[in-house]
């Protein structure tokens, strides 16, 4: 075997994961750049506005601005959606899913479906972050971990229900 048609063999963890394996140590290669993982936007820019705090638990306060009170890094995801945004959570009632401290993204444009979390902006800027279940007629049932329990709310109460579409832990 010639050395021009030698092919060193590819690590398993690159077969198992599907990927395409680059050698970036092999005789006359240069180092490559390394790929981002797909989970963050290429472009490495806080352009995403954290615009409040939301309560954990089940008397939740979210204070929306109208301007950021921070800014985060936008996960892929979120890429051309001009109304994202993400929120900062507070309180215990949705660990272990969500905790004091994370940053959880928040997608308008996409609709809430059973078992997925949402933030839920009620008249008076209150809002929660729980556990979407459904509607009920005019009713929102959502559920919290902390205390385990179903919450209940009017429609009349609610300005929005937005689906999250992932977090950062703290």
Do not use: C
């Amino acid at each position: 075997m010639s050395a021009a048609s030698y092919s060193p063999p590819r690590p398993r963890l690159h077969r198992a994961l599907s990927r395409p394996f680059r050698n970036t140590h092999g005789t006359g290669s240069s180092p490559q750049r390394p790929s981002l993982s797909g989970l963050w936007s290429s472009q490495f820019v806080r352009d995403l506005p954290v615009l409040g705090r939301a309560q954990g638990g089940s008397d939740g306060n979210i204070v929306m601005e109208d301007s950021a009170i921070d800014w985060a890094y936008r996960p892929v995801p979120l890429e051309g959606v001009a109304d994202a945004f993400a929120v900062l959570v507070t309180g215990d009632s949705m660990v272990p899913k969500y905790a004091a401290g994370d940053l959880v993204y928040v997608n308008p444009e996409k609709q809430p479906r059973k078992g997925r979390y949402v933030l839920v902006e009620l008249d008076g800027h209150k809002g929660l972050v729980k556990q979407f279940d459904r509607w009920d007629g005019d009713t929102l049932v959502l559920h919290q971990f902390n205390p385990a329990s179903e919450l209940r709310f009017d429609r009349r109460e609610i300005l929005r229900v937005l689906l999250i579409i992932g977090s950062m832990d703290a």
